[in-house]
C-alpha cells in the first residue's frame, strides 16, 4: 500500500524558514508527478507548487521567489524549501503525487503538516 509521510512542520516567525519533507513508500513502480498543496482554516485545498518526474517546476504565485520545490527520485521524496515565511503562508500543508504501483495508477495524499508563520 502507498504511503506518503510528512515531515518538517513547525512555528516560524515571519521572515523565517522551514523545510518540509515528504517520503513516498510502497510498492512503487514509479512516480509521476509530486507536490505540495495548502489548506488555511475555512478555506479550500490550493496547490503549492509541484515537480514533475523530469524536474520541471510550477508554482502558484503567491509563493514564486520564495518557496522553492525538488525532488529526490533515488529516495521517492519531494522537498519544499519555504524562505521569507508569511502570516498568510499558515496553513497545513498536505502532500501529494501520482503513483504506479503494483495495481493502479493513483493520486495519493499525505496527512498534512502544521505551518505556523506568527507576525
Known amino acids: 500500500q502507498v504511503q506518503l509521510v510528512e515531515s518538517g512542520g513547525g512555528l516560524v516567525q515571519a521572515g523565517g524558514s522551514l523545510r518540509l519533507s515528504c517520503k513516498v513508500s510502497?510498492?512503487?513502480?514509479?512516480?509521476?508527478?509530486m507536490g505540495w498543496y495548502r489548506q488555511a482554516p475555512g478555506k479550500q485545498r490550493d496547490l503549492v507548487a509541484d515537480?514533475?518526474?523530469?524536474?520541471?517546476?510550477n508554482y502558484a504565485d503567491s509563493v514564486k521567489g520564495r518557496f522553492t520545490v525538488s525532488r529526490d527520485n533515488a529516495k521517492n521524496t519531494v522537498y519544499l524549501q519555504m524562505n521569507s515565511l508569511k502570516p498568510e503562508d499558515t496553513a497545513v500543508y498536505y502532500c501529494?503525487?501520482?503513483?504506479?504501483?503494483?495495481?493502479?495508477?493513483?493520486?495519493?495524499w499525505g496527512r498534512g503538516a502544521q505551518v505556523t508563520v506568527s507576525s
Open positions: 515537480i514533475t518526474s523530469g524536474g520541471s517546476a
Open positions: 510502497g510498492l512503487i513502480f514509479s512516480i509521476n508527478t
Open positions: 501529494n503525487a501520482e503513483v504506479r504501483d503494483i495495481i493502479r495508477l493513483g493520486i495519493y
